[in-house]
């Protein structure tokens, strides 16, 4: 079936730094790429999405780059804070379903 | 307020006994799906609906079943659960599958 693998699974960068998450697609089709992140105890919640007639969409500290030719896309998140600590998916539009990553992981150390 | 509410918050049942899981949003929106979450695993999407009267399988719909009679309210059914479905249940809603999902605050199940 159709597949989204995303690394890495956890991540510590210090604080002020940036993070980057990356994720692969297998479904040469899929033209919806959004971002969720989820806090401790809560629902995940979108942070930025991606169509595939775009490379590279950016909100304040965060971008995400997409490369559809290589099947791949990022998560740029840039002068990190404490309250970017949480888990990360990607996802991907496979016809009419969505397929997540397994998550992220993101530590931010003082 | 727009939001996905999902009743109940917290289930603790027994291998065999059948229950249901509500999801209802008041958007308006097309599409809704049923996700489980598991550690290491990620977000797992179980069931979707298009429209009302549309449902379809997603990724892992062995031992669950739903029904959209009403465009607000899709309910996720465990006919006979068994403790391979103790999971984190998260209902979401969205106008289109290539759109932001709006997720409810999730359901902990725990089948013993």
């Known amino acids: 079936g159709e597949n989204v693998e995303q690394h890495p699974s956890t991540l510590s960068v210090q604080e002020g730094d940036s993070a980057v998450i990356k994720c692969t697609y297998s479904?040469?089709?899929?033209?919806?790429f959004p971002w969720y992140k989820q806090e401790l105890g809560k629902r995940p919640q979108l942070i930025i999405d991606?169509?595939?007639?775009?490379g590279e969409k950016k909100d304040q500290r965060i971008a995400v780059t997409l490369n559809k030719t290589a099947k791949h896309f990022s998560l740029h998140i840039t002068e990190t804070q404490p309250e970017d600590s949480a888990v990360y998916f990607c996802a991907a539009s496979s016809g009419d379903k969505i397929i997540f990553g397994k998550g992220t992981r993101l530590h931010i150390l003082p | 307020e727009a939001q996905v509410t999902q009743n109940p918050r917290y289930l603790i049942t027994v291998t065999g006994k059948k229950l249901t899981v509500t999801c209802s949003q008041n958007m308006n929106h097309e599409y809704m799906s049923w996700y489980r979450q598991d550690p290491g695993l990620g977000l797992r999407q179980i069931y979707y609906?298009?429209?009302?009267?549309?449902?379809d399988k997603g990724d892992v719909p062995e031992g669950y079943k739903v029904s959209r009679k009403e465009k607000r309210n899709f309910p996720l059914i465990l006919e006979s659960p068994s403790p391979n479905q103790t999971s984190l249940y998260f209902c979401?809603?969205?106008?289109?599958?290539?759109?932001?999902?709006?997720f409810g605050p999730g359901t902990r199940l725990t089948v013993l």
């Open positions: 979401a809603s969205s106008p289109y599958h290539y759109n932001e999902q709006f």
């Open positions: 609906s298009m429209n009302v009267e549309v449902t």
């Open positions: 479904d040469s089709a899929s033209n919806y």
């Open positions: 991606i169509r595939s007639n775009v």
